[in-house]
């Protein structure tokens, strides 16, 4: 290969700088048109430099009304990311052995990810009303006060929007789950057992601070894919809203920079939590150098 | 994937009984698998299977304006497709909607695949170190880590009435009044879908063309083929098991899709997804599974064709 770049080299870079451009251009602009001063418009020119629409962002007596709804998304985000790591592991780990429906689970797997978001958002919402019905007919029958008082639906963020985020974060947990023990050696936990470790032993000590880093990256992926999802949640939230669902429904209404302020806001919000876990990694891995 | 985990298991258990722990841990490994399954298959058998199974039945129900009723009836189905033989050769609304969507998946299929290919081989075969291959790779994935939604509303700076683009144009003198049709139109829905989209093409076929031995191009060009012979004749073939995982996300994605139809067509714009959603608003709920059974048909052909079309198992 000689040293000189081919004529095609410029013209694809040309055409991967006007990608970035496509990539990045309209989210630098709503970052600019996000710091206007308080007569600032949706559109260009930049009026203004302040903090303003963040302010009144933060303080919450705009046309966007954000608290609850980001409380909600956070914890969900953050229970969502829990139970993905967790529960990726451990079908990681049985994956490792032959076990009867393996094929089966890892194609039901890949299905979650390929169907329509409206077709499973609307599965669970009505497998959750005919719930709702049979408890209700239950409260009836047996003449249980409560049900029949206090019993709206068994539709909410934590039950029937908690399942609906796993079946598209988790497909991507075991995914990398597999990435991970393809090109892991077995080798190390087998001398932690010739050592005498019990099997909770070696994968308390040797397997997991082993896969930790992959299961940061699981984390971020559980955390943001929850943070963002939107298609899913869109029938299963019952009465409450996610961030992402109070965001599209303002689209049409709010007529000032406020939302490109919480645009920019939740935008820097995930990536300072990708900085923060990519940062971690990289603290693990220098330690284990200096130990090694 | 399963066959070399299938085999590491295997030595594994050989190893175990080899030294002699083979018989304190055969119920363990035996049980063991399963429990560490479980909490997975729970999860997707009830936030998944069974979904899909009450969708199916429920598309067979009966509804009034206040109930839904359990049956087995064709009305569902009926209502749907209603007139659609009778007005031929017109088209119904539905085999209309349908036909936009699938307008929609071809453009947005085509546009992500040309670019997204275009960007992967780039950054597999032009860029020459690892790390600006990282560092570029890192640069198409960022904007996958935000809100759809904030990535749609970015546009109405740069697409609105009073926009970066119509200004500029004006400006230009190229126009003398405003286009109309930037924002909340077909083209809108098409610019935001690949803005959205083009990551999940990248992606795979970045991972297939960087699995392709270097030496088969040298030998191509030995044995006197072109730049663009080498394209079609050995990388393009070689990479067709990430153009295919990449397709089937974005093809899914597009025949699903009411978000970006929605927002981004200012409303107008008529989706499977979004008749589906505006029936659940009107508590249409079997209406609604019906058309989710058919949509969830149409994407289970497409997917099959497309596996038609590339033997998977003979590309791995």
Same mark, same amino acid.
């Given at each position: 290969m000689t040293d000189r770049r081919p004529r095609s080299f410029y013209v694809l870079f040309g055409i991967f700088l006007l990608f970035m451009m496509f990539l990045y251009g309209p989210m630098i602009s709503i970052l600019l048109l996000s710091f206007?001063?308080?007569?600032?418009?949706?559109?260009?020119?930049?009026?203004g430099l302040s903090t303003y629409w963040f302010e009144k962002l933060w303080a919450g007596d705009g046309q966007v009304a954000i608290g609850p709804a980001l409380r909600r998304s956070f914890v969900l985000a953050l229970v969502v990311m829990v139970l993905t790591v967790t529960i990726s592991v451990l079908a990681g780990l049985a994956f490792r052995h032959r076990f009867r429906g393996a094929t089966l689970l890892l194609y039901v797997a890949i299905s979650s990810l390929i169907v329509p978001s409206i077709v499973v958002s609307l599965g669970i919402a009505l497998e959750f009303r005919l719930i709702d019905d049979a408890i209700k007919d239950l409260g009836a029958a047996w003449n249980i006060g409560w049900i029949q008082s206090n019993f709206v639906s068994a539709l909410g963020p934590f039950t029937s929007g908690l399942g609906a985020h796993l079946t598209w974060t988790l497909p991507f947990g075991l995914l990398i789950m597999f990435a991970v023990f393809n090109r892991f050696d077995p080798a190390f936990e087998e001398a932690a057992r010739d050592l005498g470790a019990t099997p909770l032993q070696t994968f308390r000590h040797v397997t997991l601070p082993m896969i930790a880093p992959f299961l940061i990256g699981i984390a971020v992926f559980g955390f943001t894919l929850s943070w963002d999802e939107l298609a899913r949640s869109s029938q299963v939230m019952g009465s409450d809203n996610t961030l992402p669902m109070q965001l599209a429904a303002k689209t049409t209404t709010v007529t000032d920079p406020e939302i490109y302020a919480l645009g920019s806001a939740t935008t820097a919000g995930s990536v300072l939590f990708i900085i923060l876990m990519f940062t971690l990694v990289s603290l693990i891995q220098r330690r284990r150098r200096r130990l090694l | 994937m399963t066959e070399a985990s299938d085999t590491l298991a295997e030595a594994r258990q050989d190893r175990a009984s080899a030294t002699g722990h083979g018989t304190a841990r055969r119920t363990g490994p035996m049980l063991v698998p399963y429990l560490q399954a479980a909490p997975m298959a729970l999860v997707f058998l009830i936030f998944f299977v069974l979904p899909l199974a009450a969708t199916v039945a429920v598309s067979f129900w009966q509804y009034t304006q206040y109930s839904i009723v359990p049956a087995i009836t064709l009305e569902n189905y009926n209502d749907i497709f209603q007139d659609c033989l009778r007005d031929l050769p017109d088209l119904c609304t539905t085999f209309r909607t349908y036909l936009s969507t699938l307008k929609f998946c071809l453009i947005v299929w085509a546009m992500t695949l040309t670019i997204g290919f275009t960007i992967a081989y780039f950054l597999a075969f032009?860029?020459? &170190?690892l790390k600006f291959q990282v560092i570029c790779f890192l640069l198409c994935t960022?904007?996958?880590? &935000?809100?759809i939604v904030i990535r749609m509303i970015s546009w109405i700076p740069l697409l609105?009435?009073?926009?970066l683009v119509n200004e500029t144009l004006i400006s230009m003198g190229i126009i003398h009044t405003p286009l109309e049709?930037?924002?909340?139109s077909d083209f809108a829905v098409i610019l935001s879908l690949t803005h959205l989209y083009t990551l999940f093409m990248v992606v795979p076929i970045f991972n297939s063309l960087m699995r392709i031995d270097r030496t088969l191009i040298e030998a191509a060009r030995d044995a006197g083929a072109n730049g663009f012979q080498i394209l079609t004749v050995v990388i393009i073939p070689l990479a067709r098991p990430g153009i295919l995982i990449g397709s089937i996300f974005v093809i899914t994605v597009v025949m699903g899709d009411f978000l970006t139809m929605g927002i981004m067509g200012g409303q107008q714009i008529a989706s499977v997804g979004k008749i589906i959603q505006t029936q659940m608003q009107f508590l249409q709920f079997p209406l609604a599974a019906a058309n989710a059974v058919i949509l969830l048909a149409a994407v289970l052909v497409g997917v099959w064709a497309l596996l038609k079309l590339v033997d998977i198992r003979k590309e791995l």
């Open positions: 206007q001063s308080a007569d600032g418009g949706l559109v260009f020119p930049v009026r | 032009h860029v020459r &170190t960022v904007p996958f880590w &935000t809100s609105g009435r009073n926009g049709g930037l924002l909340y």
